[in-house]
């Protein structure tokens, strides 16, 4: 199994095999490139990265349709966005905004129909204030997430249309994720834990409220 020495790749790699008693040997180099040079040249059988590379890595070579993808997950590495230490402001817009795209894919709000969903609360709360027995065609996560109910957005220094603005532009978690690596782009990779919480995954977001 081919893999880059001194990462936590060969560490996983070890116990995996450890774990399972079994055996394999190990056919390390000191960087990426050359990980995938001697997989492609037949030096080893398989080679082991994160996820995200396994696929990028795939797609890179002369054949992609002679390799496959192992669906096992060996370890957990989990990918999220960094900031600069120290910038507390800049940390949390960032964050909010990911709890915000996950918190839209969850509401059903999309690139598409995140206009009609705004002018849907609007008309609620136009409608509310004149009868409060009026039953809201909207839910009241997505008028607070949209802006329209609500001051959340000036918590964090920004126009309560700021989550309305992120996914007209962007989309919401779902669309970004397959647009960019998953099912809409080359790399064709699986959601998988990166799913909703409520439809296999791991991914769940606070509530904007």
Same mark, same amino acid.
């Given at each position: 199994?081919?893999?880059?020495?001194?990462?936590?790749?060969?560490? *996983?790699?070890?116990?995996?095999?450890?774990?399972?008693?079994?055996?394999?040997?190990?056919?390390?180099?000191?960087?990426?490139?050359?990980?995938?040079?001697?997989?492609?040249?037949?030096?080893?059988?398989?080679?082991?990265?994160?996820?995200?590379?396994?696929?990028?890595?795939?797609?890179?070579?002369?054949?992609?349709?002679?390799?496959?993808?192992?669906?096992?997950?060996?370890? @957990?590495?989990?990918?999220?966005?960094?900031?600069?230490?120290?910038?507390?402001?800049?940390?949390?817009?960032? @964050?909010?905004?990911?709890?915000?795209?996950? *918190?839209?894919?969850?509401?059903?709000?999309? @690139?598409? *129909?995140?206009?009609?969903?705004?002018?849907?609360?609007?008309?609620?709360?136009?409608?509310?204030?004149?009868?409060? /027995?009026?039953?809201?065609?909207?839910?009241?996560d997505a008028a607070r997430l949209l802006g329209v109910d609500g001051t959340f957005?000036? /918590?964090?220094?920004?126009?309560?249309?700021?989550?309305?603005?992120?996914? @007209?532009?962007?989309?919401?978690?779902?669309?970004?994720?397959?647009?960019?690596?998953?099912?809409?782009?080359?790399?064709?990779?699986?959601?998988?834990?990166?799913?909703?919480? /409520?439809?296999?995954?791991?991914?769940?977001?606070?509530?904007?409220?």
């Open positions: 199994v081919c893999v880059q020495t001194g990462t936590t790749t060969e560490l *996983n790699l070890a116990d995996y095999f450890k774990a399972n008693k079994m055996d394999y040997t190990l056919v390390a180099f000191e960087n990426n490139t050359d990980v995938n040079n001697a997989y492609d040249a037949g030096r080893c059988d398989a080679l082991t990265t994160d996820a995200s590379g396994l696929y990028a890595t795939r797609l890179a070579l002369p054949k992609p349709d002679d390799h496959i993808v192992l669906p096992e997950i060996i370890s @957990k590495e989990p990918l999220g966005p960094a900031v600069r230490q120290g910038d507390d402001e800049w940390f949390g817009l960032v @964050k909010w905004v990911g709890f915000a795209l996950v *918190n839209a894919e969850e509401l059903g709000i999309t @690139k598409e *129909n995140v206009e009609q969903m705004k002018a849907t609360a609007m008309d609620d709360q136009a409608q509310l204030a004149k009868d409060p /027995s009026y039953k809201a065609k909207c839910s009241p957005g000036q /918590s964090i220094g920004l126009g309560n249309d700021w989550a309305f603005n992120v996914i @007209k532009q962007m989309g919401n978690y779902g669309e970004i994720f397959d647009r960019n690596i998953g099912a809409g782009s080359k790399l064709q990779i699986a959601r998988g834990l990166n799913a909703l919480w /409520s439809k296999g995954g791991i991914q769940y977001a606070p509530p904007i409220r």
